[in-house]
């Protein structure tokens, strides 16, 4: 069992390693000029929160985002692995969305099933289902838009 202030200095020491990440490789870069950000966005549903973590930051002219989870159940840590009930995460549905939101891109599906096994825990909880969040930026759009995607609790995992 852990309490708000243990995913609170989580979140904490996830964003000062990734600044500390950003300035060395900036300053091997010789850049004067940091331009690191970070913001934090909350979402709660019953007893379930989720913290993301959004980082925007540059090495040259393009914007680089990221985007980092934590999702807790009466404060512990949970994974995605919890809304499949164990089963295999069926990742199809979602995979079809994505395609629709990026339909004027031209994204490969490779990349698409890259973001898809690299950032499995981009979601809010809602009562109807899971809200996927993914940026532009991770499928690499020079842009730091993001869409959402719904994906109902009952389609999350294959039927038997």
């Known amino acids: 069992m852990i309490n708000k202030d243990t995913v609170n200095k989580l979140v904490q020491e996830y964003i000062s390693l990734k600044e500390h ?19 934090i966005e909350y ?13 925007t930051y540059n090495y040259t002219d393009y914007v ?3 985007d980092k989870f934590f ?21 199809s549905i979602l995979k079809q969305e994505i395609k629709k ?27 109807s289902g899971l809200t996927f969040i993914y940026s532009l930026n991770q499928f690499g759009i020079n842009s ?3 869409f959402k995607i719904e ?6 995992y294959e039927c038997d």
């Open 64 to 66: 680089i985002r990221e």
């Open 151 to 156: 994906i109902g609790y009952k389609d999350l």
């Open 101 to 127: 939101h990026l339909k004027n891109y031209k994204i490969t599906n490779d990349m698409i099933d890259l973001v898809l096994s690299i950032n499995k825990e981009n979601y809010y909880v809602r009562e």
């Open 21 to 39: 990440e950003y300035k060395n490789i900036s300053s091997k870069l010789k850049r004067e000029y940091n331009n690191f950000k970070s913001k």
């Open 71 to 91: 999702h807790t159940l009466n404060d512990e840590l949970i994974d995605i692995i919890h809304f499949t009930r164990g089963k295999e995460i069926n990742f």
């Open 144 to 146: 730091l838009d993001d």
């Open 43 to 55: 979402n709660t549903f019953n007893n379930y929160n989720d913290t993301h973590v959004i980082l």
